[in-house]
C-alpha cells in the first residue's frame, strides 16, 4: 500500500508538466535570448546599442523569467485548470527565497561571464559548449529526475549536443549562442507544443463547469 | 499475536477509508487542490468526492474554500495541521503493525 501511495504522489508532483505549457513558454523565452545574442553579434562591438545590450542582459533576463511565470499562470488558467483542475504546489518560503537569490546570482555570473568572454579573451565558442551542458546537466536533467518524464532527458541530450557540436562550427561569435538557444527554444516549443496538443485531445472541456 | 491484530482496529476510521486515504495523500502532497482536480484523481462522483471532503472538513482535517483564480470559479481543499498529523499517524501505525506482524 505504501508503495502504491508513492506512487500517487509522484503522479501528483507530474501533474504540473502534464500540459506542456512551461516547455511552450520557456521555448519562446530562448528564442527571444537567441535573437538577443545574435543581434549582439550583428551589431559588432563598437556599437553603442551592443554595449547597452551587454549590460542590461541581467535586466532581460530577470524580466524573462517573470514574464514567463506570468504567461505560464495565465494559459493554466484558461486551458488546463478548468479541464482537469487546479494545482497549488509547496513552496518553502525560504527556500524560495534562496532559490531567487541564486538565479539572480547566475543571470549576473552568465552576464559577467558572457562579457569577459567576448571582451578579453575572444574565447566566445567555449561558451556554447559550457552552455550546452549546463543547460543539459542542470536545467533540464535535474528536471527530468524530478518529473520523471523521458521528454525532459531527451531535451537534456539535445542540449548537450548542440551546444558542443556549435562550439566547433566556426561560426562568428554571437551567432553561436543565438543558434544554441534558438534552436534549443525551438525544440523546447515543440515539445511543449506536442504534449499540449494530446493533452487537448485527451481532456476535453467539461460540459458541467460547476463544481 | 492476536493482540498484535488487535492494534489494527485502533486506527484512525477516518483516514482509513480508501477513498479519504487517497485524497489526504493527494492533500498531502499539494499546498492545494480544487475539487475538479481531486475528482479526476480519485475517481470519485460528485457526489461521493463531496461526501467525504464534508466529512474530512468536518474532523477539522481538511479546509474548503470556494475562490477564484482570475475570472475562474474554484472549490479549493487544503490539509490542516490536524490532517496532516492524522494522516502521518495512521501511515505509522500501518508500518508498526506490518513490522510487528512479520517479526511474529
Known sequence: MENNLLHVEQRIKRYWYTDGIGELIGGGMFILLGGYFALQEFLGQNSIISAILQVSLIVVLIGGMALGRWLIHTLKAQLTYPRTGYVEYEVDAHRMKSRRIWVMMLAFAISALTMVFVRLFQAFDSIVAVTGVAVGLILVILRAKSAGLTRFYVLGAVSIVLGLALSVSGLPNGYSLGLFYGLMGLSFMLSGGLTLQRYLEENPLPRDAEQ | ?104
Open chain 2, 1 to 104: 499475536m492476536a493482540e498484535k491484530l488487535r492494534a489494527l482496529t485502533e486506527v484512525d476510521r477516518l483516514v482509513h477509508e480508501p477513498a479519504r486515504l487517497l485524497l489526504l495523500t493527494i492533500l498531502n502532497t499539494v499546498a492545494s487542490a480544487d475539487f475538479l482536480f481531486l475528482q479526476r484523481e480519485t475517481g470519485l462522483t460528485k457526489g461521493n468526492l463531496s461526501a467525504h471532503l464534508s466529512r474530512l472538513e468536518a474532523a477539522g482535517y481538511v479546509e474548503i474554500e470556494k475562490t477564484f483564480k482570475g475570472k475562474l470559479p474554484l472549490t479549493v481543499c487544503k490539509l490542516t495541521t490536524k490532517g496532516k498529523k492524522a494522516l502521518t499517524g495512521y501511515r505509522q501505525q500501518l508500518q508498526d503493525f506490518i513490522q510487528k506482524t512479520s517479526e511474529a
